[in-house]
């Protein structure tokens, strides 16, 4: 199967609405970012989108989603990883902890989980190393915390000062290309 389709029966599991408060599901299929509360937003789908096809993951990968929100990046990685695989979120809100779990849960993933981010750490350093990792929120610097956490060939997709990043890891060191500009909110640690 190629990418391009994994993609497609991703977003088609994976319903954005389900991962959405009442009052903005009706706008789960406008493309934009709309607010899930405590000042984040849910990704537009075409940026989400984008930064997946970026991450290229694959079944069986161990991927951690840092600023996992509402739960939706999270519950799409895990359709994306397979039953072998697994996929860890982190989040700095508590009330949306709560919220991505139990809009997980709904989901039926039990390959995922949300956990609560460490005050001032980024990422699971303790659960490293992971061979992809999605921030979903614009760092201001390359969170080397992060790139630290990645396998060998693993891939992080990060905003950086309003640019997409993917950075791979390779025998030789990190590779990091550049995919245009993107809008986040910012990374909080």
Known sequence: ?????????????????????????????????????????????????????????????????????????????????????TVLGVEIVPQLVDLGRANLARSGRANASIRPAVEHVLGLPE????????????AGTMPEQLTGQLAEDGVLVVPVGGVMHEVRRTADGLRDRTHGHYSFVPLVT
Request: no cysteine; charged share 25%.
């Open 1 to 85: 199967m190629t990418p391009r389709r994994r993609l497609d029966e991703a977003f088609e599991a994976t319903p954005r609405a389900g991962f959405l408060p009442r009052s903005e599901r009706r706008f789960a299929k406008v493309d934009r970012a709309l607010p899930i509360g405590w000042a984040q937003t849910n990704s537009q789908p075409t940026t989400v989108r984008n930064m997946l096809a970026l991450l290229d993951v694959r079944p069986g990968d161990r991927v951690l989603d840092v600023g996992s929100g509402s739960g939706w990046s999270t519950a799409l990685l895990a359709h994306l990883v397979g039953p072998d695989g």
């Open 127 to 138: 659960e490293a190393p992971f061979d992809r990792i999605l921030v979903s929120a614009g």
